[in-house]
C-alpha cells in the first residue's frame, strides 16, 4: 500500500513550529486525562494513571525544553501548561517528591 501523495504534500507544507506545538498539546491533553483532569472529581477518576501521567509529562518537559528556542510566542503558554500538569501531578501523588525530582523536573528544574 502506498502512502497518499496528498498526505505529504500537507506535512511538508505546515511550518516545524506548528508540528511542534501540535505535538506539545497532544501531550498535554493525554497527560490531563491520565491526572484525570477531565472528570469532576479527579481524585476518583477511572481515567487516572500517575505512571503514565508520569511519562507524558517527561516526555512533554524533554519536548519543551528542546525547542523552547522555535517556539515563539507559544513558548510561555506552552511552558506554563507544562508547569500546570507538573503541579497537578505533584498534587495527585499520595507521596508527592521532593522539588526537582517530579517528572521532567530534571530538564526543567523544580517546580514549586
Known sequence: MSEDPRIVRELSDIPAVEVITRAAV??????????????????????????????????????????????????????DGLKSLQLAFREASVAPEEPGHGPGEKLTGPVW
Open 26 to 79: 497532544m501531550l498535554m491533553s493525554a497527560a490531563a486525562e491520565k491526572l484525570g483532569l477531565s472528570d469532576p472529581d479527579p481524585d476518583n477518576s477511572p481515567h487516572r494513571d500517575l505512571d503514565e501521567a508520569r511519562r507524558l509529562i517527561t516526555a512533554l518537559a524533554g519536548l519543551v525544553t528542546a525547542s523552547a528556542e522555535y517556539l515563539g510566542p507559544h513558548a510561555g503558554p506552552v511552558r
